[in-house]
């Protein structure tokens, strides 16, 4: 039997690429004759080994999909666990294999549920149905997942964008008293998945925080930078983890990516965590290599840049990263933009042609910026008196979006818009706010300095 021999295979960590190279071949037309297990052990067999094969997987996905229905939730499970190790897209398979756990969910086993919704965040497919039915899982059937299980879990709900306050509860519940069965993987994927979907638990990160300390030399690079960056994304206080992090980055830094890197400095930042050496060596690293950065990076680069302006001036560094980010700021998303340019203003470093072009990339994008981004930009072209051919910084389009929406600004963004205000008038010779505005967010800067 075919499907036997090769799971065997795969079973015992045995790789024959003669072998599964030969079983590709088999015609579709034999694919046929096999049962529903004998498919799905034979797609998880080349995928347990790394054995790719884009032939095979499209050939089983034709022959399973008219009567997936038969195939029980193991099969189910294992199926999509296979597409999704070895990375084959596959729309159709995947849609229609999410419609059946929906009714048969209590068929599936931990691991089941837990390597479906893996498998579907990790190819990117999105099926809400199947993850709003997951969140419905009781206590008690979550408790009956591994650590591994429980991780994957919440990874792929975050993966995905999908948000369950109900599952997370749960899933914190369970986890606590578990932590230390968590592998190094498992814990950073955790707090991240948290920190992604914005679910605040301070027991969990004080319980992982706590777990993970001692261990910290068994985290990869990108472990380490993403659990950093998950309690600074949340705000959750941690100066003996951010420590220890630093402690151990350190000698490891050059195996640490871009992002890893980007990520880790500004959560040093964000936290206001004090690390000299850390900002040193991350500009070092960085400047080489920052034209590989994304709009991200160089984001985070520029952020992280105004905190390494308090220990050593790096001019280089922020002259750089505008080189790099003027021809491609458009891919910027609003956030990147704000944080990109506050960083400059906060340093003094002036840039006006970057300050230019990002205007003429904000000026039609305005509707996509948060409080705190219009706040964060409008405050960095007053620091530089308005650095644009636009005048973005006294645009009508600009102070009509803040008048209309002056109500949902915090007392620290009426500060800047203050700020804002007081140069554009020196500016123009007029107020930019309507008078009532204008005297509101002048009494909160007056508080603001005297408290």
């Avoid at 840039?351 to 996509?368: G, H």
Wanted: charged share 15%; net charge negative.
């Amino acid at each position: 039997d075919i499907a036997n021999m090769v799971w065997a295979y795969a079973s015992v960590g045995h790789s024959s690429p003669e072998l599964f190279d030969k079983v590709t071949d088999i015609p579709p037309s034999r694919l046929r004759e096999f049962k529903s297990q004998s498919l799905a052990n034979t797609v998880w067999a080349y995928a347990t080994v790394g054995h790719s094969s884009p032939e095979l997987f499209d050939k089983v996905a034709e022959v399973a999909i008219p009567g997936l229905r038969e195939f029980t939730s193991q099969e189910i499970a294992n199926i999509v666990w296979a597409y999704a190790t070895v990375g084959h897209s596959s729309p159709q398979l995947f849609d229609k294999a999410a419609e059946i756990p929906l009714p048969r969910l209590h068929e599936f086993n931990s691991q089941g549920i837990a390597n479906t919704v893996w498998a579907y965040s990790t190819v990117g497919h999105s099926s809400p149905q199947l993850f709003d039915k997951v969140t419905d899982i009781p206590l008690s059937r979550l408790r009956e997942f591994t650590s591994q299980g429980i991780a994957n879990t919440v990874w792929a709900y975050a993966t995905v964008g999908h948000s369950s306050a109900q599952l997370f509860d749960k899933v914190a519940k369970i986890a606590i008293p578990r932590l230390r069965e968590f592998n190094s993987q498992a814990l950073a994927n955790t707090v991240w998945a948290y920190a992604t979907v914005g679910h605040i638990s301070p027991q969990l990160f004080d319980k992982v925080a706590e777990v993970a300390l001692p261990r910290l030399r068994e985290f990869t690079s990108q472990e380490i930078a993403n659990m950093v960056w998950a309690y600074a994304t949340v705000g959750h206080s941690s100066p003996h983890l951010f420590e220890k992090a630093v402690e151990v980055a350190l000698p490891r830094l050059c195996e640490f990516t871009s992002q890893d890197i980007a990520n880790m400095v500004w959560a040093y930042a964000t936290v206001r965590h004090s690390s000299p050496e850390l900002f040193g060596q991350a500009a070092e690293i960085a400047l080489p290599c920052i034209h590989e950065f994304n709009s991200q990076e160089i984001a985070n680069t520029t952020q992280y840049g105004h905190m390494l302006q308090l220990v050593t001036p790096s001019p280089e560094l922020f002259g750089q990263a505008a080189e790099i980010a003027l021809p491609c700021i458009h891919e910027f998303n609003s956030q990147e933009i704000a944080n990109t340019v506050w960083a400059y203003a906060t340093v003094g470093y002036s840039s006006p042609l970057l300050f230019d072009k990002a205007a003429e990339v904000v000026l039609p994008r305005l509707c996509e910026f948060k409080n705190q981004e219009i706040s964060n930009t409008v405050w960095a072209y007053s620091v530089f008196n308005f650095p644009s051919s636009s005048e973005f910084g006294t645009h009508p389009d600009l102070v009509r979006l803040i008048v209309s929406s002056i109500d949902k600004f915090d007392d620290k963004q009426l500060s800047q818009l203050h700020q804002w205000n007081l140069l554009g008038k020196e500016r123009i010779g007029k107020s930019l706010l309507p008078l009532n505005v204008s005297e509101h967010c002048l009494k909160v800067f007056s508080s603001s300095k005297l408290s």
